[in-house]
C-alpha cells in the first residue's frame, strides 16, 4: 500500500497575501502533491500562528508547513502541532522560543526594510487603535522583488497588506525545528530580511539549506520551481 503524500500547507508573510504563492503551488499539484494555502491574518505573531495552528489540526494526515519571511516565525511556533511532520522556510525568520523577531534582526546588519516601512493605523475593540506598517510604493520593488517584473511588482505594492507593528516584539512561545526536520531556501540578494539573518537561522536550525544567490526576498515568485522542488524533497523525506 503506498503512503499518502504529506500535505503542504504554505505560509505567506507580511506585505503580501497568498497569491505569492501561485506559481509553487502550480509546481507542487503537477507533481501530484496536495496543498494549501491558508490567509495569514498577519494581526501578531501568537495570534496568527494560533489561526495556523487551526488549520493544521483540520487537515487530515501528515502536514508539511511552509513559511515565508514573517511566516517562517508563525510555522515555527504552529509547527509543534503532533500533525506536522517537516517545517520548510523560505526566505524566512526562524526564531528560538521566547525570542522576538526584534530582538533576532537586531543582531545582524539593516536590511532595506526598516527604513522603508510606513506606519497606519487600525482600529482595535476596545476602540482603541494600533499601528500596522507597508512598505513604501517606491521602495517596494527594490526591497521586496527586485527580481520580479516591474509590472508585477507594482501591483503587489498597491496590494499590500499590512503587518501589526506589535508582531516584531511579540516573543515565539515554540521553536518546533527543535524537534522537527527542517529546510531552509536562503534567498542570496534580499533585502527585506538580510540573507546573513537566513543563513543564521538555518545553522541554528540544523536545516537543509538551499541557497538562490541572485534570489530577491519574492523568490517564491521570481523561482518557483526551485521552491517548489525543495519542499517536494521535505515532502518525500517526511514521508
Not at 506559481?23 to 494560533?50: C, K, M, T
Not at 511588482?153 to 501589526?164: G, H, I
Request: charged share 15%; net charge negative.
Amino acid at each position: 500500500m503506498t503512503t499518502p503524500l504529506p500535505t503542504v500547507v504554505l505560509v505567506h508573510g507580511a506585505f503580501a497575501d497568498a497569491a505569492t504563492w501561485i506559481g509553487v503551488i502550480s509546481e507542487l499539484r503537477s507533481d501530484g502533491i496536495p496543498v494549501l494555502a491558508p490567509p495569514n491574518p498577519l494581526r501578531g505573531l501568537a495570534s496568527d500562528a494560533s489561526y495556523v495552528a487551526s488549520v493544521v489540526a483540520q487537515i487530515e494526515g501528515p502536514v508539511v508547513l511552509v513559511g515565508h519571511s514573517y511566516g517562517g516565525a508563525l510555522i515555527t511556533v504552529a509547527g509543534a502541532a503532533e500533525n506536522v511532520v517537516g517545517l520548510v522556510y523560505v526566505a524566512a525568520y526562524v526564531p528560538h522560543e521566547d525570542e522576538s523577531l526584534g530582538e533576532l534582526q537586531g543582531r545582524f546588519p539593516d536590511s532595506l526594510l526598516p527604513g522603508s516601512l510606513k506606519e497606519w493605523t487600525y482600529p482595535l475593540l476596545d476602540g482603541d487603535s494600533a499601528v500596522e506598517v507597508t512598505i513604501d510604493e517606491a521602495a517596494f520593488p527594490a526591497v521586496f522583488a527586485a527580481d520580479v517584473a516591474v509590472e508585477v511588482t507594482r501591483v503587489l505594492a498597491a496590494a499590500q497588506r499590512p503587518l501589526a507593528a506589535a508582531a516584531f516584539a511579540e516573543t515565539a512561545s515554540a521553536a518546533a525545528w527543535l524537534t522537527k526536520p527542517s529546510w531552509a531556501l536562503v534567498a542570496g540578494a534580499d533585502r527585506a530580511i538580510h540573507p546573513e539573518v537566513q543563513r543564521f537561522c538555518a545553522r541554528r536550525a540544523g536545516a537543509v539549506v538551499v541557497e538562490l544567490p541572485d534570489a530577491s526576498h519574492a523568490v517564491a515568485l521570481s523561482a518557483p520551481r526551485q521552491v517548489a522542488e525543495l519542499i517536494g524533497d521535505a515532502v518525500r523525506a517526511t514521508r
